[in-house]
């Protein structure tokens, strides 16, 4: 059983930035391709971003492609998304998501292969 715990979430202005961490545990974090996915209120969850867990393969969504940068640390059992140039339609919120992958498999956008999700962290985008 693998938990995720999110952080970093907040409210900042249109333009700005701010960085997503995920805390993995109670797994061997290296076997999971990892992914980043929001939901804004009265919208549906979707896709933001998800890297793979070898090879640093990465999805990015269009909406995000240029702005966003996720990242891991398999040293550390963390993932990051790194969000900037923030616009008011990046508001929702948060969550990160673990996938237990075959070596190879890359990350997906889908988030019905996800195994095991965090609780959520808010991001706020004013303009």
């Known amino acids: 059983q693998v938990q995720l715990v999110e952080s970093g979430g907040g409210l900042v202005q249109a333009g700005g930035s701010l960085r997503l961490s995920c805390a993995a545990s109670?797994?061997?974090?290296?076997?999971?391709?990892m992914g980043w996915f929001r939901q804004a209120p009265g919208k549906a969850r979707e896709s933001v971003a998800a890297?793979?867990?070898?090879?640093?393969?990465?999805y990015y969504a269009d909406s995000v492609k240029g702005r966003f940068t996720i990242s891991r640390d398999n040293a550390k059992n963390t993932v990051s998304l790194q969000m900037n140039s923030l616009k008011p339609e990046d508001t929702a919120v948060y969550y990160c998501?673990?996938?237990?992958?075959?070596?190879?498999?890359?990350?997906?956008?889908?988030?019905?292969?996800?195994?095991?999700w965090g609780q959520g962290t808010q991001v706020t985008v004013s303009s």
């Open positions: 998501a673990a996938d237990r992958a075959r070596i190879g498999k890359s990350p997906s956008a889908s988030g019905s292969e996800y195994d095991y």
């Open positions: 890297i793979s867990r070898s090879f640093g393969t990465t």
């Open positions: 109670g797994g061997t974090f290296s076997t999971y391709n």
